[in-house]
């Protein structure tokens, strides 16, 4: 209620971003587009959907039937679009594919049928949709954030585990660290990735923010963080419920919520009536799937 007007809704601030991001590619590119095309979480509802068309139309923008796209969707003409000469169903031939969605704030899965017609043209069926599940990096953020990087706030601090109440943790601790967090998070990834190729050992890999962060407290005084590190033991520690095959349902704590990201796939493979070695392909999008340990975790489970 305290926003300026034209900030007040979801679908208000939505267009904002729309009208910025259509105005930066009319930059690059000055011809008018002649289409185009938003995509949305597949496990959107109704009302999701038509806030993010009430933000097109507040952009300026026109998004007519059949344009408002299921991400996974999108992530699979986009696929496609990149690899036109990739044959992926032989005529007589049917395939299943399962395209796995992970990214900040949501995880889609998505299940499609591929086959082909006589003159060997791709022909895709659509066969479930997971529902929505609370479930992204930003909550493997969060657990690395409560899980591990307070307890070293709070020890260089000088301050005891009851100093902190709930309200300054959420609303002043969390926006001040969290991105300290994601970048722990992205530099060990990277290095995880880096060392499974060249068959490297793991478990001696680290991650460290070589830099002081200051969180300035609403009452005066500020909390600091000095070069936070996060190892590959750690790491995988936290890691263990979002990868768990068996773990599908929610557990929460005060701060922050796991969720295995089995919980969507087995939601979409129980719609369809399939089995998860009757996966053909698996096709990974979203930046969460950059976790080597996300991947890994798949390629077991769909393994067929």
Same mark, same amino acid.
Request: hydrophobic share 40%; charged share 20%.
């Given at each position: 209620?305290?926003? =300026?007007?034209?900030?007040?809704?979801?679908?208000?601030? %939505?267009?904002?971003?729309?009208?910025?991001?259509?105005?930066?590619? /009319? @930059?690059?590119?000055? !011809?008018?587009?002649?289409?185009?095309?938003?995509?949305? =979480?597949?496990?959107?509802?109704?009302? !999701?959907?038509?806030?993010?068309?009430?933000?097109?139309?507040?952009?300026?923008?026109?998004?007519?039937?059949?344009?408002?796209?299921? *991400?996974?969707?999108?992530?699979?003409?986009?696929?496609?679009?990149?690899? =036109?000469?990739?044959?992926?169903?032989?005529?007589?031939?049917?395939?299943?594919? /399962?395209?796995?969605?992970?990214?900040?704030?949501?995880?889609?899965?998505?299940?499609?049928?591929?086959?082909?017609?006589?003159?060997?043209?791709?022909?895709?069926? %659509?066969?479930?949709?997971?529902?929505?599940?609370?479930?992204?990096?930003?909550?493997?953020?969060?657990? +690395?954030?409560?899980?591990?990087?307070? @307890?070293? +706030? &709070?020890?260089?601090? %000088?301050?005891?585990?009851?100093?902190?109440?709930?309200?300054?943790?959420?609303?002043?601790?969390?926006?001040?660290?969290?991105?300290?967090?994601?970048?722990?998070?992205?530099?060990?990834?990277? @290095?995880?990735? !880096?060392? +499974?190729?060249?068959?490297?050992?793991?478990? *001696?890999?680290?991650?460290?923010?070589?830099?002081?962060?200051?969180?300035?407290?609403? *009452?005066?005084?500020?909390?600091?963080?000095?070069?936070?590190?996060?190892?590959?033991?750690?790491?995988?520690?936290?890691?263990? =419920?979002?990868?768990?095959?068996?773990?599908?349902?929610?557990?929460?704590?005060?701060?922050? !919520?796991?969720?295995? +990201?089995?919980?969507?796939?087995?939601?979409? &493979?129980?719609?369809?009536?399939?089995?998860?070695? *009757?996966?053909?392909?698996?096709?990974?999008?979203?930046?969460?799937?950059?976790?080597?340990?996300?991947?890994?975790?798949?390629?077991?489970?769909?393994?067929?």
């Amino acid at each position: 209620n305290m926003a =300026p007007s034209g900030y007040r809704t979801a679908a208000e601030v %939505s267009g904002h971003i729309l009208e910025f991001l259509n105005s930066a590619a /009319m @930059k690059e590119n000055i !011809q008018a587009s002649l289409r185009t095309t938003v995509t949305v =979480p597949a496990s959107f509802q109704a009302a !999701q959907r038509e806030d993010t068309l009430k933000a097109a139309t507040l952009a300026g923008l026109t998004v007519r039937g059949g344009d408002l796209l299921d *991400e996974p969707v999108a992530a699979f003409i986009g696929y496609l679009a990149e690899h =036109p000469d990739e044959k992926l169903v032989e005529i007589g031939e049917t395939k299943n594919l /399962m395209v796995f969605d992970f990214g900040g704030g949501t995880c889609d899965v998505a299940i499609f049928r591929l086959s082909t017609d006589l003159a060997g043209s791709l022909m895709i069926a %659509s066969l479930a949709v997971s529902r929505y599940n609370r479930l992204g990096g930003g909550d493997i953020d969060q657990a +690395i954030l409560y899980g591990h990087l307070l @307890k070293q +706030i &709070l020890e260089e601090n %000088s301050l005891d585990r009851h100093a902190l109440d709930y309200e300054t943790k959420k609303n002043v601790l969390e926006p001040a660290f969290i991105d300290v967090a994601e970048q722990l998070k992205i530099g060990l990834c990277e @290095k995880i990735a !880096q060392a +499974i190729a060249s068959d490297d050992e793991l478990f *001696e890999l680290s991650e460290t923010c070589h830099k002081k962060f200051v969180c300035n407290l609403p *009452e005066g005084g500020t909390l600091t963080l000095t070069n936070p590190a996060l190892n590959f033991e750690v790491f995988q520690g936290i890691l263990e =419920p979002f990868i768990d095959e068996d773990l599908l349902f929610v557990r929460e704590t005060e701060y922050f !919520q796991t969720l295995s +990201i089995f919980t969507p796939i087995q939601d979409a &493979l129980g719609r369809c009536s399939l089995q998860a070695d *009757e996966i053909d392909f698996c096709l990974l999008a979203g930046g969460s799937c950059l976790i080597p340990q996300v991947g890994i975790a798949l390629e077991g489970a769909l393994d067929n």
